[in-house]
């Protein structure tokens, strides 16, 4: 079971970067494998990796992706946060705030495909 929920993450991690450096959905589907390096496996829980999980095995995870700047929003929350900046107190609500700065349409259905040609399901896209 850690190596399926490791699968998962490491799939996470390449959906983003995939997102992040603008890859079409062509080119990603072509492509079988993405060699992340420094994500090695290590258990800083005591885990043992037991091998690879059954193939019929499901597996049920939640992928999180960045915000489209995040520089942009940890300035935003600055500005409003600090005495004298010209956004001082002038708060949005946390439905301005997503809409503001969540991955466009297309972002996400890259990663969608991504994870879909690499054979995984997305059954709740949100």
């Known amino acids: 079971m850690p190596r399926a929920r490791y699968a998962w993450m490491v799939s996470a991690v390449a959906a983003m970067a995939l997102a992040a450096s603008g890859v079409n959905a062509a080119a990603a589907s072509t ?3 993405v060699v992340l390096s420094g994500t090695a496996y290590q258990s800083i829980f005591g885990l043992i ?3 690879a999980a059954a193939t019929n095995m499901t597996v049920t995870d939640n992928i999180y992706l960045p915000v489209r700047d995040p520089d942009a929003l940890a300035a935003e929350a600055e500005a409003v946060s600090t005495p004298g ?3 001082y107190g002038k708060y949005i609500s946390a439905g301005q705030v997503k809409d503001e700065n969540q991955l466009g349409p297309a972002q996400v259905a890259l990663v969608r495909d991504w994870l879909s040609a690499a054979g995984l399901t ?5």
């Not at 997305?122 to 949100?126: A, F, I, W």
Request: hydrophobic share 15%; glycine share 8%.
């Open 49 to 51: 990796d037991k091998g």
């Open 31 to 33: 492509q079988s494998r």
């Open 122 to 126: 997305v059954s709740q896209p949100n």
């Open 85 to 87: 900046t010209h956004a």
